[in-house]
């Protein structure tokens, strides 16, 4: 199934945000139920501490995660307009089904590309009122990275269920939210409610280490799957 037919679901979607291109990881998270893996290149990643190199340095990588994968797979491209601006037309032609980037690293280009999927991030300084522009300058998925960096991996409070719920009401878009916050499976019920799309979760609630990715992986599969 694709990435935008997934989101399309009832239930919530599952992604796994890889701390690190390791194609093992990849197959845990998709052997353990994922639906989607995010990957990542040309970044320091906040919650893993994990330094991303280069596309062309991790290419044989993402080759492997994309030719072994069971679901789309997805890329962050980086943090820089003109880097990702240089690389995202090999992105497309390696398979990836969408790029996920803050709206201030996405070049206006790749907006108009209609080849790839667009997930589009704000972060915790952008104005939420200018959720309902989104789908008009060409994104097809946001994602909620809203919370300050110096509150990650708290857990969750019923101020950020409001939160969600605003952006859900107000995009017009499928809403994916990342686990910046500690995200416990029992809460999926309730962020479900809130009209989310997608959990994409990674390294504050899975870890770093395979097994505990697939653990992570596996519990939030089966919460999903009860609802």
Known sequence: MRYMELLAQKKPTLIMSLPENN????KIAFDNGADVVKVHVNLHHHASQHQFATFEQECDKLVRILSNAKGPCGIVAGQDVEQVRKIYLDIVDLGFEFI???????PLELLRCD???KMIAFDNTYDLGDLRYLAQIGADVFEASVMAPDTYGQPLSSRELVTYKRICKNTGLPVVIPTQRKIR???MEQLMDCGISGIMIG??????LGESIGAAVAAFRKAIDRL
């Open 23 to 26: 194609p093992e990881f990849a």
């Open 100 to 106: 996920s980037l803050y709206a201030h690293h996405t």
């Open 115 to 117: 080849k790839i999927k």
């Open 185 to 187: 499976p029992d809460e």
């Open 203 to 208: 390294a504050m609630v899975t870890g770093l």
